[in-house]
């Protein structure tokens, strides 16, 4: 039987093993926290669905035109390149709307 919950832990663990060592829960260290960003994102975006389809087409081609946290490219110079493909991202993306971090 499938077992929706599956895409849920699918993107944790996507999310813990491709942005969490950057984007650390409640610090931000080498890069903003996650807290910092969803909040950022959820100011920006009226609705998950925008949230969502921006979030995933940044993190795929990063780049300073369309960066929304200027003052943090500032800071740390601009997010790396990750070769992940658009799905995964949006599960990524996903995960992060809907997560109490
Ligand atoms: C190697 C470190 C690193 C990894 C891994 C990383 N990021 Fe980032 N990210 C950064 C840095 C540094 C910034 C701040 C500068 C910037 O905005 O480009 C950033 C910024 C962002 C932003 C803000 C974009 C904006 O509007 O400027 C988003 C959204 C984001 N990251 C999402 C992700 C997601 C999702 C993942 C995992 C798929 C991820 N990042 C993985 C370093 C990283």
Same mark, same amino acid.
């Given at each position: 039987m499938f077992v929706p919950v599956f895409a849920q832990d699918n993107a944790s663990?996507?999310?813990s093993g491709n942005?969490?060592?950057c984007h650390r829960v409640g610090k931000s260290i080498s890069a903003p926290s996650i807290?910092?960003?969803k +909040?950022?994102?959820k100011e920006a975006f009226l609705n998950k669905k925008e949230f969502i389809k921006y979030m995933s087409e940044w993190v795929y081609k990063p780049n300073i035109e369309g960066?929304?946290?200027l003052e943090q490219?500032? +800071?740390y110079e601009l997010m790396p390149h990750l070769h992940y493909d658009k799905k995964t991202?949006?599960?990524i993306?996903?995960?992060i709307y809907d997560t109490e971090f």
């Open positions: 663990l996507l999310f942005c969490e060592t807290n910092l960003i +909040k950022r994102y960066s929304i946290m490219v500032k +800071k991202l949006e599960d993306a996903s995960y």
